[in-house]
């Protein structure tokens, strides 16, 4: 889960940065970078969930 | 290889104010040792403060070693600005070039110099960020190596990408977006880098003992010196109010005419966010809260970092009122609902108090396509800059071990890693938290 999540961030990543090569005008340009952002966001999502600690499980 | 662009001439005026700002600009990493420490607790205090003049010095000797040559300040070089690719019909400028230990800077142009010399202080900032997050538990040599492979590898790339004509800084060029990605204070290069590295450390070294007990509420482990803390956000402002007018001059070209209103909108933000932040611990604890107040004003200003130079004062309040009623939400949020376990706040101050800052430049900025502009540095920063740096610290982690062991823990870092504490006239209680 933790590396899944770490493995989804660069796909968001690089969605925006094909929207800047697919899409010349504005509007759809705009909203591909979002919706690359909005997949980094479940990337750091599923992240945070894996990397949480289990309740009283300290690891020193 | 890249041509170098031409650097805007620089006046005898705006070289002198430059230089005497930033001879001020360590305030602020005095200021944020300071509220590291005092976030802290009291039998790790001497580790913490030490750790961040440590982290001074490593960054300083690496970045000038190996860091400059990959940040590549225009005007250090004569030959060549960058290795680039061509991708889409565009140049994606993503390496800088340049002499490793600071080779022919002497000769070089005087504002070159002064870019260089912001980048030892941004560097050095952004390795303590992190550190502030590991207390208690990141052993030293851990800590200084982290700050060795930022200093060497993540900061040169992103300094190289936002400020020395990187292909983030090209988007306005290349792709009609704005002026190109903005951040004259280094929101994104100090300050969410330093952030999203907290979050890998503490990722990796996990909670402090008893921070998460198997029942009930995360136990709570209040700073152990509210005066450190609260003294460090008024030395912070000075540095502040440094930083973000000299980057103004030397990252966004600004006027001299321009930077009154760039210091009145980081002290306006700033104001706003501690404002806000007491307002809300107020409603929601019933009396204000010392270091989260303290939290927000520094949110504030990280927040000012991106949009101060940019921005009219009236957005400026707002983005600090938004800053401020955002941190000890965060901050309570991040440690209940994921279980993070960050001293210092740092993943809400620092980064998304930077990634708010850097959003709101694009919201506010006169030019058409700015946003877009500032999302794709937003991008960058979530999905490429976060994984990078969680790889090489996972990869640091394998050769220095990042966690102290639990004696070392338990009797403190002070003890066990220097030999002696920063109190010693004082007794230091058994620590009650453990369950």
Known sequence: MKYAGLLVLPAGFFLSIAALLLFPSPAPRAAFVVCGLAVEGLGLGVAMRGHMEPRGGDRS | ??????????????????????????????????????????????????????????????????????????????????????????????????????????????????????????????????????????????????AAVLAAIVFPLLAHWVWNGGWLSQLGVNFGLGAGFLDGGGAATVHVLGGLSALAVIWIVGPRKGKFPKEGFATAMPGHNAVYILFGCLLALVGWLAWNVAGAI?????????????????????????????????????????????????????????????????????????????????????????????????????????LWGLLAAGLFAPQAGQLVAQLVGIATLLGLVLPLVYLLFWLLNRVIPFRVDPDGERIGMDMHELGGGAYPEFVIHRDESYR
């Open chain 2, 1 to 146: 290889m890249t041509p170098t662009p031409p650097l805007p001439l620089m006046s005898d005026a705006a070289f002198a104010l430059t230089l005497a700002l930033l001879f001020l600009a360590p305030l602020a990493i005095a200021g944020v040792a300071l509220i590291n420490t005092g976030l802290g607790r009291s039998r790790s205090a001497t580790q913490a403060l030490l750790g961040n003049l440590g982290i001074v010095a490593v960054t300083a000797i690496v970045f000038a070693v190996v860091g400059a040559a990959f940040a590549g300040t225009p005007g250090l070089l004569s030959c060549c600005g960058g290795h680039s690719f061509q991708l889409g019909g565009k140049s994606w400028n993503w390496l800088g070039t340049g002499p490793f230990l600071l080779g022919g800077m002497g000769s070089s142009a005087p504002q070159s110099q002064l870019g260089l010399l912001f980048e030892f202080m941004a560097v050095a900032l952004a390795a303590m960020v992190p550190w502030g997050s590991g207390a208690d538990r990141w052993r030293l040599t851990a800590g200084f190596a982290a």
């Open chain 2, 250 to 354: 030397l990252w966004l070209h600004a006027p001299l005419t321009a930077l009154p209103v760039t210091a009145i909108n980081t002290l306006l933000s700033a104001a706003g966010a501690v404002a806000a932040t007491f307002a809300v611990t107020q409603v929601r604890f019933g009396k204000p809260d010392a270091s989260l107040c303290a939290n927000g004003w520094l949110a504030g200003l990280v927040a000012s970092s991106a949009c101060a130079g940019i921005i009219a004062p009236g957005p400026a309040l707002f983005v600090g009122i938004v800053a401020g009623i955002a941190t000890p939400l965060l901050v309570e949020l991040l440690e209940l609902a994921v279980s993070i376990d960050d001293p210092s706040g740092a993943i809400t101050v620092h980064a998304v108090g930077g």
